[in-house]
Every structure is written in C-alpha cells, then in structure tokens.
C-alpha cells in the first residue's frame, strides 16, 4: 500500500443536501489547498472563500477547514471543503482536488490511514464505521465508547495481565534449577485464576457488545393459522403480514428490523409447518426450516385455543433441526382459548402465554428474549463489537486454559509459556499490533467512502 501520496473523497452521502464535504488527507494537501482557495489556510479555523477551477473561475463557496499533521484524525494533512450539497458541485470539487494531484480514496481509507498512523487502534477504527451504521440508540452509544477506547483499554488491561504471567514463566526458564519452586509458587497460579476470571468476563461483555452491532435474527414458525403473522404485526407495530382466516396465507419469507430493548431484532415470518398440499406451499415450508437453521432463536407459535400439549407439538415442529437455536414458544389466542395450557411445566423450553390479538402477554415475551440473548446489553458499561473479536477472546482463553492445564498437571514451564505467547497475539489481534494485511484489508473495504 502507497500511503505516500494524497488522498480524496466525498465524505457525505450521495444525493442532495445543504452541505458536502469533500476531504483531503496526505502530503499534497497544502499545495492542493492553495490551488483551490487561493490562499493559506490557518490551522484548525473555519475560513468562508470560493472554490476556484483551473481557470480562476468559481465552483462554489463554502468553508475551507486545514487540519496539520499530526492534529488530524488521520495524522497526515487534511482538508475539508464544506461546500453546497449538490452531486454536480460535490463532482466539480473532487475533479478539481483530482487534476491537483490528489487520488480518489478507497472505501475505509482514510479510518485505515489514521490506524496505521497510530491515531487509533483497530477496534477503534472499526467502532467510526460501527457508529456510522448504528440502527439504534443503545448501538451509537455503545459504538462511542469503544471509539474513545473503552474496549480497547479492556483488552490491553488482560493482555497485562498475561504478559505479567509469561515474564514469571520465562525467568523460571531461565533459571531451570529454580524452576520447580517458580512454577509452583502460589502467586503464579493465583495470577493465572484471576487472568482467567478477567478472559471470562471480557468475553461475555464483548459478546454482549457483538449482539448490540449485529443484532439477533428470531424466526416465527408454527402451524398454519397459529398466529405467526398476527404476531409478528404486534412485535413491528404494523400491518406488513397478511392475516386472513384463511391457512396457509404466508409463502413466503417476510422479514422486518425492530429495535427490542435496544438491540437490533431480525423478525423473520414463514410459512406454516404441515405437510404441504402444492408445490408453492412446499417451497415455503423449505424456506421456513432453511431460516430456522440460520437463525439466534427460533419462536414457535402455538394455537393455545386448539393445541393443549404444547410440548409435544412444539417438539414435532423442531424434529430434523441440526442447529441449536434459542427455543421460545408463543402460546397464542390466550383471549379465545377455554382453557389455558399451562406455560411453567417442566420442559426443555421457554413458554410465555400471549393474544396476537389483544397484545397481552407480548411484553413478557420481549422480555424473556432479552434475558436470553442480551441481558445486560442496555447499560452505560457496555460498548461495541464484533464477532472476529469474540473469536479472538475465545482463542486466547482456550490457550490460556491449555496453559493451565500443562502447568497444573505437568509442570510444563516451556510449553506453559508457549500457550502464554499465542495468548497474548489472539488478544492483540483485537487492536492490530498483530494483524495480517489481509485482515486489515477485509477490515476497511466495508467502510464508506470518504471515512
């Protein structure tokens, strides 16, 4: 990668609007901002000028904001010109940046350029993009505060920890007729707990922080007419299903996006589960059980006014299920229903009774699927992540447990510290001290242009 030459794009979305930016990050910002405004720019304050082409002639005005390395968010030169909102002016500025010897950026380039400058660490610059797609509250906050470094100082406050342990491990090595007594010091193993009690910690919340980026799908599924679409227009609020009394209405996959508790909901309706009567039906029943495969939870939604043994039925409908979702069960038409299943009996599921109708019962139900998937996802400590971070956390803490398990039963030093080493690089695979080109680029190419 060249990160020697000069940087441009458009840093507002595309379309119409009041004002758009177009940025400029690299060596040649001060001779391009010379060129286009015809006079020095003062570091760090707004100036009112024209926009000028090649000619002298205007292509707009606006405000001209000159950032000087290193007091810039990506650590180089940067220019922003804040000009009016339109595609054709926001056109105009950016060719004439171009003609000046500027490139067009990638998408991510200039979150990439203030990583590699040490201006953020990685799980910081994904936090901007993070923030940036944020589909609820609980999202953008939890995305600012890993943006100000919040996880970051986490991660790096265990991987103290384990780097503490690998120094104890190595002067042991060194010194080897010291060795037993190093390793069976009560220090060390106490140390070794308490770092395993921080991964263990750390991992939840980070998977916490995952669920509030990525969200959890949760698929309805059920027998014809059970009230899966009933349902699924009180969760969202609105008409999107079709509800007749007639079954087999739903064919196809219908999908909405709610926020629940503050973390992102994928509603998924499907077809009824029964043995299905054409080819269009079949197609249907397919899609519903390829969503439940795919899916976080999976809701089952009984007719409680017809189907008393629930159990029985929710487990006919799960058979074949390879996968291990989150099992809810829906016990609908509680308004209608002569008598009431009952929804506490012992079973390997969660039942909450409900009316689709009236809405009774659908605050429980929100409720239990919170506690399930996001317990604590809502409170101020939280903060952002992602899956590859959680995959990370886990790596290290099965080399952290394999560590322990050489040392306590075999005294192990060498291969003790060897499992310290690779989980001290799973740990700062999170901030990008330990981190492939590749990743790095798969990383940044999903970020918008201009960020």
């Known amino acids: 990668m060249n990160h020697q030459d000069t940087i441009a794009a458009v840093a507002t979305p595309a379309g119409r609007g009041g004002v758009g930016i177009v940025r400029v990050s690299g060596p040649g910002v001060s001779s391009i901002s010379q060129s286009v405004v015809g006079c020095s720019l003062i570091p760090r304050q707004a100036t009112f000028t024209d926009f000028l082409d090649g000619s002298g002639d205007v292509i707009d005005q606006g405000l001209a904001l000159y950032f000087k390395s290193p ?13 009016h909102g339109g595609p054709i002016v926001m056109s105009l500025l950016l060719s004439r940046v171009v003609s000046l010897g500027a490139r067009i950026a990638r998408p991510g380039e200039f979150s990439e350029r203030a990583f590699l400058n040490e201006k953020l660490d990685l799980s910081q610059a994904e936090a901007v993009a993070d923030l940036i797609d944020s589909t609820t509250e609980a999202a953008a906050r939890g995305a600012i505060r890993s943006l100000k470094g919040v996880f970051s100082d986490r991660v790096r406050a265990l991987d103290i920890s384990i780097v503490k342990l690998r120094m104890f491990v190595e002067a042991a090595i060194d010194f080897p007729e010291e060795e037993i007594d190093f390793l069976s010091d009560d220090r060390l193993k106490d140390n070794l707990e308490l770092a395993l009690t921080q991964m263990r910690t750390l991992t939840q919340q980070t998977h916490q922080g995952a669920i509030l980026r990525e969200g959890i799908t949760l698929v309805l599924v059920g027998e014809p007419n059970a009230g899966k679409s009933s349902l699924m227009n ?20 219908i999908r909405e996006y709610i926020s629940l508790g503050g973390v992102p909901l994928k509603l998924v309706d499907t077809a009824g589960l029964r043995e299905a009567e054409n080819e269009i039906e079949a197609e249907g029943v397919r899609r519903a059980r390829a ?42 038409k509680i308004d209608i229903a002569s008598e009431l299943p009952e929804a506490l009996v012992p079973s390997p599921y969660h039942a909450t ?39 990370a956390l886990k790596r290290a803490e099965e080399h952290l447990m394999t560590g322990r398990q050489v040392l306590l039963e075999q005294s192990a030093g060498e291969l003790f510290a060897e499992e310290l080493r690779y989980c001290h690089e799973a740990l700062i695979e999170i901030t990008g001290e330990f981190t492939s080109d590749d990743l790095l680029g798969e990383i940044f190419s999903t970020f918008c242009i201009g960020k």
Do not use: C, Y
């Not at 990506?74 to 220019?79: A, F, I, P, Q, S």
């Not at 969760?235 to 007639?246: C, H, K, L, N």
């Not at 929100?366 to 996802?377: D, G, R």
């Open 71 to 83: 007091a810039s968010f990506t650590g180089e030169d940067v220019l922003e010109l804040q000009g």
């Open 234 to 253: 009180q969760f969202v609020g609105d008409d999107i299903s079709i509800v007749t009394a007639m079954p087999g209405t739903t064919r196809d996959v």
């Open 291 to 332: 969503e439940m495969l795919a899916a976080d939870g999976v809701l089952v939604v009984i007719d409680a006014a017809k189907d008393s043994d629930w159990v029985s039925q929710t487990t006919h409908l799960l058979a074949g299920l390879e996968a291990q979702p989150a099992v809810f069960v829906a016990l609908n």
């Open 353 to 391: 009774r409900v009316s689709a109708k009236t809405g009774a019962g659908i605050g429980d139900l929100k409720t239990a699927l919170l506690n399930q998937f996001a317990p604590n996802v809502t409170t101020e400590s939280n903060f952002i992540a992602r899956s590859r971070h959680v995959d």
